[in-house]
């Protein structure tokens, strides 16, 4: 049978279905863990072996299992915002109206410029 886009859909909606995890994989996670747990009592004694003839490869290897351990964090930037809230509470609802929409016309500015081919 010739894989064409009728046979190729068949196929993938075969291999895959979207939002159902792969048991395979849970498999393996759950299959890693327990190797993992039951080592654990020879993980300190491993660490002092290998601390002897290297600290610092001793220090890397805890830090690679830190990040199976630690969540890592995303990079956000934080923008330098300064709002003066009396001033704003001091003027008219449209002057409220107009700050608002200023604001909000700069951030949409600002976003679009990121994206300088339309993307």
């Known amino acids: 049978m010739k894989f064409n886009k009728d ?3 068949k196929a993938g ?3 895959s279905r979207k939002g159902i995890p792969n048991k395979s994989s849970n498999e393996i996670r759950t299959a890693f863990k327990m190797l993992v747990s039951q080592q654990l009592p020879n993980l300190n004694k ?8 290297d600290p610092a490869k001793a220090l890397e290897i805890i830090i690679k299992f830190g990040d199976f351990i630690i969540p890592k964090l995303s990079r956000t930037e934080v923008e330098d ?9 001091n003027m ?4 409220r109206l107009q700050h608002i929409a200023e604001v909000e ?10 994206y300088p081919n339309g993307r």
């Open 13 to 15: 909606a075969k291999s």
């Open 92 to 95: 008219t609802k449209t002057q």
């Open 7 to 9: 046979t190729a859909a």
């Open 81 to 89: 915002v300064t709002f003066n809230i009396d001033a704003f509470l």
């Open 105 to 114: 016309k700069a951030r949409i500015q600002k976003t679009l410029k990121q």
């Open 46 to 53: 491993w660490l002092q072996k290998v601390a002897e003839e």
